[in-house]
T-cell receptor, first 113, second 114 residues
């Protein structure tokens, strides 16, 4: 089955700790994205990558970091510098020239206390 | 003014009703208009997309774009309880490539009651 996997589904961390969220796709897509979803806020773009070893900041990149060493993988690290990290995080991928058709993973709900 | 405005609802309708979901936008450069459906605690999935103005129909779903009014709609005919979800509109200037950005509305929560 082709698709996007995110792990874990639920993640709990103490304040001040960095945490890495996993995202893997086997759709052979070049482009990958990370979004954050808060109640009443819709989806906000954190980082995106159009190709391996290249990525760009989205609208709310502060306190986050990413890497794109492999086409299939786009992990997101939530650092201790992110002031309000508790949220639902969604990873997506798409063909590079058909980026309006994004395929989303099931999401990771991160709770930081 | 936000680039994309969407009434968050919630919207509650009886089974079989016609549902109308809407978004307005301010950026006249948007050319691609999408509707995503998101079930509770799941990732969104693309329902339909429309390029520029006009209508597009897919089964019980019809998407309309009126670029002159900067207004898009999604109609659901013969609504079913399985249609209960959050519906997100999304828009972009182009189809993809460098510096691509998809701008989402906040989503409308729809409940279809049996």
């Amino acid at each position: 089955d082709g698709g996007i996997t995110q792990s874990p589904k639920y993640l709990f961390r103490k304040e001040g700790q960095n945490v890495t969220l996993s995202c893997e796709q086997n759709l052979n897509h070049d482009a990958m994205y990370w979004y954050r979803q808060d109640p009443g806020q819709g989806l906000r773009l954190i980082y995106y990558s159009q190709i391996v070893n290249d990525f760009q900041k989205g609208d709310i990149a502060e306190g986050y970091s990413v890497s794109r060493e492999k086409k299939e993988s786009f992990p997101l690290t939530v650092t201790s510098a992110q002031k309000n990290p508790t949220a639902f995080y969604l990873c997506a991928s798409s063909k590079r020239q058909v980026s309006y058709e994004q395929y989303f993973g099931p999401g990771t709900r991160l709770t930081v206390t | 003014q936000k680039e994309v405005e969407q009434d968050p609802g919630p919207l509650s309708v009886p089974e079989g009703a016609i549902v109308s979901l809407n978004c307005t936008y301010s950026n006249s450069a948007f050319q691609y208009f999408m509707w995503y459906r998101q079930y509770s605690r799941k990732g969104p999935e693309l329902l339909m997309y429309t390029y520029s103005s006009g209508n597009k129909e897919d089964g019980r779903f019809t998407a309309q774009v009126d670029k002159s009014s900067k207004y898009i709609s999604l109609f659901i005919r013969d609504s079913q309880p399985s249609d209960s979800a959050t519906y997100l509109c999304a828009m972009s200037r182009n189809s993809g490539g460098s510096n691509y950005k998809l701008t989402f509305g906040k989503g409308t929560l729809l409940t279809v009651n049996p």
